[in-house]
């Protein structure tokens, strides 16, 4: 086959999801063209400007004003703002035939059949055969859209469906028809998950694909259990969140966001498309949610769903829910079931369901009515909507943010006992499950020699999940795992590396953290040729053990606290001086001590969703791991003669002083936190293994350790009055308060060397201790421990 490459993509339709795309798209580094249909009337503004129907700001109006307002959104669609000069605009009339240069097309038009015909149409006039046309629709049948067109195009089309938002859901669903050219569909569901990042999963061309048909019954299922047990919204959003597995959103407040329109549209079609679906009733709206679109409350577009902001008698937003027996919105209630808190100290969600469906009261029984029927639904479509049971873990996960799948949470709370437990409760199993257990195999998953395997229904036999041979994941490597304490652990990733992971709670970096990263440099060191230092959990890291630090404040125990900084201050310069190469791996929130180990890294392979930053103002510290003293030093490294060392200094200084977080890893290059040389992985499931090589990289380069830095350009006490200059200034602006200043003061002093009478060079040692001076020094500061006290009761910043 020959080689396929992607540069120039065009997007058809500038909607809510067509703009989202085309920004991923422009992320990766491809050329983007984004089209959609030109006005027909003008505006009241175009008209006082005298402009005509065929002005181009006329004609691109649609389709800027859904760019500019994609851009704008929260969270945004693009890594970088630089990166939208990737991205050129257009209307169907005037610019289709440009598609001519384009290796991809990709329609994202309304969701009409008859639309979607005109345009390819428009397409096949234009379109240089031999490249790919694809469609996101999420609702119409992929074959009948190609249906009269020529056989090149039916041989490269294919349905591609992203989910929304298209950066941040992992999901990519390909759908073939009978006539996509199977190189055409391998080709998608490679490019997908190298260079998009994404999970792709492989389709039938059914009602909503897999995602959106497992992912509306679960909903649905949620609605009905909900119904029959008289639960009410605060009682379902919390069972249905963090606790199993899922995003805060929940069920409800998911819906609000997304729009219940949305919900609806697709309930209402997989009804009406599934007249043997034996499950078909689940997806009809139950009469509430009918009132609710009656009512036109569909959620956050409409400012009200099944949540509803409002300000109350102090003038304080509030959220208020929805009752939905009198349809009046009251104030949150707070929920609480015993079983929930039996599980508060359970950490592994595999574990924590086997207590969830055994719980004896209404949370238990809300559990075991609402995930049966979860169970028996999928059981029931395989083979309909897929051969393969992984691919609707996988689907669902992805698209859904579940983080595990419902065959996964099936093999967690024992598959044998359960399917007894479904018969008895009315919900009984396809018929495959039963013969599985019959032939002996207890579980769908299993993972023999660091490979997972799933249960094949086709064959009745275990196979390897085909790609995923390419991913290096921690958790079915269990057999290779070198050394743990409670927190960490060590495990050899082959080839001579291992990695050191850990999974304290909100990641952060407690004492045994620090021994395992210790214990693992120094066994790199001895015996094998680099460390990876990350993990695959849902963050980094979120710094240092705040509530340690606070206790030991109170006790006015400064000793311990002088003590604690200087070992994980040894422990972060190791990471740099260390006699192997050692490669770390922020992904999520990567913030305070997480921060400093990636800057501390000889190289960093980040995840391209990494939330990097200095965050310790916010708790009214100064970094103290490393990180004052590392930005002075790379503004140092990075100065040539002749430069004005002051403005880098002063942009480092602003970072730290006003806790400012990257919001992609592209940013934090941006920002300075990563280097030219430091990597970025696009899809997080690869990290490990892109480390790995990173690793490999630097040892077969014939790795040197760096010599500790003894240069450090300081400015002393001249850069430390301009500093107080600026510091002065914000002041008498109001815009920080007096502990700000302080706190500003002492990182000050820190990046300018402390009292020195003029510029010179100091160690970084020296600047090590500073940093130390400093933290100990705010720790003894009552406003100090009052942020950090607000942060570890209710998790909210303290301006004070």
Not at 219 to 247: A, W
Not at 580 to 591: A, K, M, Y
């Amino acid at each position: 086959m020959m080689k396929r490459s992607i540069r120039k993509v065009a997007v058809l339709g500038s909607g809510v999801m067509g703009s989202a795309i085309a920004c991923h798209f422009a992320n990766i580094g491809c050329q983007v063209l984004l089209l959609d249909i030109a006005p027909k009337e003008l505006t009241d503004e175009e008209k006082a400007k005298g402009l005509s129907l065929d002005h181009k700001a006329v004609k691109n109006r649609i389709v800027n004003g859904s760019l500019d307002r994609s851009v704008k959104s929260s969270p945004g669609p693009i890594y970088s703002k630089k990166f939208l000069s990737r991205i050129t605009t257009g209307n169907f009339d005037d610019d289709m035939n440009r598609i001519k240069d384009y290796d991809w097309t990709i329609e994202v038009v309304v969701e009409n059949l008859d639309i979607k015909k005109k345009v390819y149409e428009q397409v096949e006039k234009f379109r240089k055969p031999g490249t790919l046309i694809t469609s996101n629709t999420s609702g119409i049948p992929i074959h009948l859209m190609a249906e009269g067109r020529s056989d090149d195009f039916k041989k490269h089309f294919c349905g591609t469906h992203f989910f929304n938002p298209p950066r941040y859901l992992k999901l990519l669903e390909i759908i073939p028809t009978p006539d996509t050219d199977p190189e055409i569909q391998k080709f998608l569901m490679e490019y997908g998950d190298l260079y998009l990042g994404k999970t792709t999963v492989l389709c039938k061309d059914t009602p909503a694909f897999i995602a959106n048909r497992v992912g509306i019954y679960a909903i649905m299922k949620v609605v009905d259990s909900m119904r029959k047990l008289d639960l009410n919204i605060d009682e379902v959003d919390k069972l249905t969140g963090p606790v199993i597995g899922r995003p805060k959103s929940a069920t409800f407040r998911t819906s609000d966001l997304v729009g219940l329109d949305t919900l609806i549209k697709v309930a209402t079609n997989l009804y009406n498309g599934l007249p043997n679906d034996e499950g078909r009733d689940m997806f009809k709206l139950p009469a509430e949610i009918g009132k609710l679109e009656q009512n036109k409350w569909l959620g956050d577009k409409t400012g009200q769903g099944f949540y509803k902001k409002s300000k109350n008698a102090k003038g304080e937003t509030e959220i208020l829910t929805l009752d939905l027996k009198s349809f009046e919105y009251k104030p949150k209630a707070k929920a609480k079931f015993a079983t929930l808190e039996t599980t508060k100290t359970i950490e592994n969600l595999k574990d924590r369901f086997k207590i969830l469906l055994s719980g004896k009261d209404k949370a238990g029984d809300f559990y075991r009515d609402s995930f049966y029927g979860l169970f028996k639904y999928v059981s029931n479509r395989i083979p309909e909507i897929a051969d393969e049971l992984y691919k609707i873990d996988d689907a669902i996960c992805a698209g859904f943010g579940w983080e595990l799948g419902p065959f996964q949470t099936w093999d967690a709370v024992g598959v044998d006992k359960t399917v007894q437990a479904m018969e008895a409760a009315g919900y009984k199993p396809n018929q495959w499950v039963y013969d599985m257990i019959a032939a002996g195999h207890k579980s769908f998953y299993k993972v023999e020699a660091g490979q997972r395997k799933f249960y094949d229904v086709g064959s009745k036999s275990y196979k390897t999940i085909p790609g995923k041979d390419a991913f290096i994941i921690l958790e079915n490597l269990s057999d290779n795992v070198v050394w743990k304490n409670a927190e960490s652990k060590i495990t050899d990733i082959g080839d001579g590396v291992i990695n050191f992971s850990w999974h304290s709670k909100s990641y952060t970096l407690g004492s045994s953290v620090i021994e395992g990263l210790n214990k693992a440099i120094d066994l790199s060191e001895k015996d094998f040729k680099g460390l990876v230092v990350g993990h695959q959990g849902a963050d980094f890291s979120l710094g240092a053990n705040l509530g340690l630090v606070f206790m030991f404040a109170i006790e006015q125990e400064y000793d311990e606290i002088d003590f604690m900084v200087r070992q994980f201050q040894n422990s972060v310069m190791r990471i740099r001086y260390s006699s192997s190469p050692v490669v770390v791996c922020p992904q999520g929130r990567t913030l305070g001590g997480g921060c400093e180990m990636t800057l501390h890294a000889d190289i960093a392979q980040a995840a391209a969703e990494t939330y990097i930053g200095l965050v310790e103002v916010g708790v009214g510290l100064i970094p103290g791991g490393g990180g004052t003293k590392e930005f002075a030093k790379r503004v140092s490294d990075a100065i040539q003669e002749g430069d004005v060392e002051l403005n880098a200094l002063q942009n480092a200084f602003m970072n730290i002083a006003t806790a400012k977080v990257a919001l992609s890893a592209e940013e934090a290059r941006e920002m300075g936190v990563l280097r030219d040389k430091d990597r970025i992985s696009i899809n997080k499931d690869r990290q490990i293994l892109d480390a790995k090589a990173a690793v490999l990289d630097l040892y077969d380069a014939g790795y040197t350790m760096p010599v500790p830095a003894k240069n450090i350009k300081v400015q002393g006490r001249s850069g430390m009055a301009l500093f107080m200059a600026g510091i002065n200034g914000m002041r008498m602006g109001n815009y920080i308060s007096d502990h700000d200043m302080k706190i500003a003061r002492w990182i000050a002093n820190v990046m300018c060397g402390g009292d020195l009478t003029s510029p010179q060079e100091v160690s970084e040692q020296y600047l090590l201790d500073l940093e130390r001076e400093a933290f100990v020094s705010l720790t003894g500061e009552r406003k100090t421990l009052e942020r950090i006290q607000s942060i570890l009761t209710g998790g909210k910043p303290l301006r004070n």
